[in-house]
């Protein structure tokens, strides 16, 4: 079997048993990878709130080199239903290299621990110092017990404090990097005892047709530098259009970052800190009504250091706006006060306000308008959302889209598992990942 | 490649360190797998930057190197192995992780279009440059 590893990763934090697992070929065929796959396993194991269980599975494509190609799915039980999104940057790679396409973990820890993959050595680490740490502190913590070049190569997901206390709006932190729209997937960490998972793999991956592979990825590589004037005036539009004013300030003297063979390179980095995104520059602007510059980042540090979802928190406390009209929109310190206080209507997180406070019309209010702007960086939504779903099985990030043809990932598919992308058939079995995304906990 | 002495010239300030050189450079040298350990060319991640790297992880201080230092530049202090690389005598070489083989760059010489490194940087971090006719 090319393009997938053919293996899962079963963790049981409670009595620390670790197993690994064939995947039966049909269903990595049939569901390819990503929230897709994650969904499938979700149903498959009965995931429920009694019988929680972290599962992540990457896209068929992640970790081969195509443009793009860097997304694993991480998915828990929270709130009501699974909830799955996609991890950015190099982790889910690094899952590959350790041999496995999926990790299921189950269980609770006794004690505050981390999960270790390094290689064929598969640990749960006890450690209680841990607790309390913020993310960029849990990775140092874990990188400081080996040497400088082994701890480089380590990749770590991380919670931070919000995580800890089971928060709706606690995210996850992927080596320095916020991963907006993990919101609600840190408490199932925190519920779990789960600090952080740290990975490193040394396992080959097999294409199946690589001299072809490598061919079509050049051709588009070079296809892409001969655009790529045309692809940063094409993403400063999108700024002006989605009204961003203050992204050019932001990220004035910034450095680009790109996720795992990512020639796009969206993430702006300064001083070795990463800066918010467009999505969260849009939250924080549109929805939290933030538009100096010091504010932006002082609300953006304070999730970066707590582990908290930008987008679940601008969502939430737009909620709580409708609820509570002595907040207001715009006011700084009225958001450091609900965000510090863990007992506020905030850390309930939007859909649950929602729930009990009926204001479900608001909240899909502000759904709507969040996919709006994602109509906005892709174009024709109705259009891209098809392609969007199939991007993610496949692992490969829609930002891809702003410089590459679909039809290169088609083909990469092509070459990497030796068959047809079956557009259909995926349709049929009922592509979900738009929904996933917008249901801002 | 065409006999001329050519060398790959490494500009820090643009790797946006992903990896993509890694990948191109397993994929040629081992028949169809991708494993950045088999590379020639890794990125290591520096405080504030990432470095591409074609010379093997860090050499130990006490054993190889007397005079490993921690340098300043503007602001930012740096491990002196990483600067000094290039010529240092005792440089370690990155191995393939089961075999223990040695891993050098090789510059793709089978390769007509040249280093696969090259062809699938996008940032501008790595070009090829002659330095003799």
Known sequence: ?441 | MDGRLYRIQIDTNKCTGCRHCETACSLVHTEGKINYHRARIRIISLEDRFLPLMAGPYVPVTQECASKKLVTINGKTYDQCILCRASCPNKSIFKEPDSGIPLKCDFCAFRPEGPACIEFCTSGALNLIRIKE
Not at chain 1, 87 to 115: M, R, T
Not at chain 1, 116 to 122: A, K, N, T
Not at chain 1, 205 to 212: D, E, G, T, V, W
Not at chain 1, 262 to 290: E, N, R, S, Y
Request: with cysteine; aromatic share 10%.
């Open chain 1, 1 to 441: 079997m090319f393009g997938w590893q053919g293996k899962a990763l079963r963790i049981n934090l409670s009595n620390g048993l670790v197993e690994t697992e064939l995947i039966a070929e049909e269903l990595l065929e049939n569901y390819l990878g990503g929230c897709m796959l994650a969904r499938k396993i979700a149903e498959l194991e009965n995931i429920s709130a009694k019988n929680n269980k972290l599962i992540m599975a990457n896209g068929v494509l992640t970790g081969t080199g195509t443009p793009g190609a860097a997304l694993c799915a991480i998915g828990a039980y929270v709130s009501s239903e699974f909830f799955c999104c996609p991890l950015w940057y190099h982790l889910g790679a690094e899952l590959k290299f350790c041999g496995y396409d999926v990790v299921i973990i189950e269980g609770e820890a006794p004690v505050w621990s981390y999960l270790l993959v390094l290689d064929d050595e598969i640990k749960i680490i006890p450690a209680e110092e841990i607790k309390g740490l913020s993310p960029i502190e849990t990775e140092n913590f874990i990188r400081d017990g080996y040497s400088k070049w082994l701890g480089n190569e380590i990749r770590i997901l991380s919670i931070g404090e919000d995580g800890e206390n089971q928060s709706a709006l606690a995210g996850l932190v992927s080596d320095g990097l916020l991963i907006s729209h993990s919101g609600g997937l840190g408490s199932a960490f925190g519920e779990k005892r789960l600090k952080a998972i740290a990975v490193r793999g040394i396992q080959d991956f097999k294409l199946a047709h690589a001299s072809k592979f490598v061919d079509i990825i050049t051709k588009a590589i070079q296809n892409f530098r001969d655009n790529k004037d045309h692809i940063y005036e094409q993403m400063c539009n999108i700024c002006k259009e989605l009204n961003l004013p203050s992204v050019e300030k932001i990220y004035h003297d910034s450095e680009k970052r790109g996720c795992l063979g990512c020639p796009i390179a969206c993430l702006q980095q300064k001083q070795d800190k990463f800066l918010p995104h467009f999505t969260t520059l849009f939250c924080f602007m549109d929805l939290l009504g933030l538009y100096r510059l010091e504010e932006i980042l002082v609300i953006y540090n304070i999730c970066f250091k707590k582990g908290i979802d930008p987008v679940a928190l601008s969502i939430a406390a737009r909620c709580v706006r409708e609820i509570e009209k002595s907040f207001k929109i715009g006011d700084i310190e009225g958001i450091i006060n609900l965000i510090t206080d863990q007992d506020s209507l905030l850390h309930k997180g939007g859909a649950r306000l929602a729930q009990e406070y009926n204001i479900e019309e608001f909240f899909k209010g502000l759904k709507k308008a969040l996919n709006d702007h994602l109509g906005v960086i892709f174009g024709n939504l109705e259009e891209v959302n098809e392609k969007m779903h199939i991007l993610d099985t496949l692992g490969v990030c829609p930002y891809i889209l702003l410089g590459f043809p679909y039809e290169m990932v088609k083909e990469a598919f092509k070459t990497v598992t030796g068959k047809e992308l079956d557009e259909e058939s995926l349709k049929n079995r009922g592509l979900k990942w738009m929904e996933d995304y917008t249901v801002f906990r």
